[in-house]
């Protein structure tokens, strides 16, 4: 199906880790690249990861991502309380020629 | 540094049109792809369009296609989203960002942000 699903929410306690899932298909994710973003109220998005498992310059290491099949992961370690936003999984999905943001994950450092 | 500064948001009718600008700097505009994103307000992201970076063949979400038209100007390095016949459901805040060079869908600089609001 074109929508690329993530969980409305993920939470944790500073210091721990989350992950982030991204599922699809393979006219999206299972065929393509997968890049990821954080968007910070009042803020524009900010791409974290490219490629799948890429970190542009400037991203820490605590962000990583991972592509198996058609889902993706996008992984939070050493949770600080800067984290708290809103991430999304991105695609080029091949049916409809365009491309998906995922549903949205609101991360919460309880 | 890469500068991303949408303009030309605003309250319009339902059915009227309007045309977002984004003005760009810090780079070789030429060189890269660009795209239009929108959230509207309480929801998630939505991919909106995109331009290569010669101008050539654009695409568009179902949403828009047939009703927004999004171009550039490589001389002026603007970037522009020609919006007809919008409804309600176009309400949102427009982002432009820029096509991470040799990545297949990764955007690595955006813009603040213009917000659209149609309402009668």
């Known amino acids: 199906q074109s929508v690329l699903t993530q969980p409305p929410s993920v939470s944790a306690a500073p210091g721990q880790k989350v992950t982030i899932s991204c599922s699809g298909s393979s006219s999206n994710i299972g065929n393509n690249y997968v890049s990821w973003y954080r968007l910070l109220p009042g803020t524009a998005p900010q791409l974290l990861i490219y490629d799948n498992d890429e970190r542009p310059s400037g991203i820490p290491d605590r962000f990583s991502g991972s592509k198996s099949g058609t889902s993706a992961t996008l992984g939070i370690t050493g949770l600080q309380t800067g984290d708290e936003a809103d991430y999304y999984c991105g695609a080029w999905d091949n049916s409809l020629g365009g491309g998906l943001f995922g549903t949205g994950t609101k991360v919460t450092v309880l | 540094q890469v500068q991303l500064v949408e303009s030309g948001g605003g309250e319009v009718q339902p059915g009227r049109s309007l045309r977002l600008s984004c003005a760009a700097s810090g780079f070789t505009f030429g060189n890269f792809g660009m795209h239009w994103v929108r959230q509207a307000p309480g929801k998630g992201l939505e991919w909106v369009a995109l331009?290569?970076?010669?101008?050539?063949?654009?695409y568009y979400a179902d949403s828009v296609k047939g009703r927004f038209t999004i171009s550039r100007d490589n001389f002026k390095n603007m970037l522009y989203l020609q919006m007809n016949s919008l409804t309600t459901e176009d309400t949102a805040f427009y982002y432009c960002?820029?096509?991470?060079?040799?990545?297949?869908?990764?955007?690595?600089?955006w813009g603040q942000g213009a917000l659209v609001t149609v309402s009668s």
């Open positions: 331009v290569p970076f010669d101008g050539g063949k654009q």
């Open positions: 960002a820029r096509h991470r060079y040799g990545s297949e869908w990764a955007f690595d600089s």
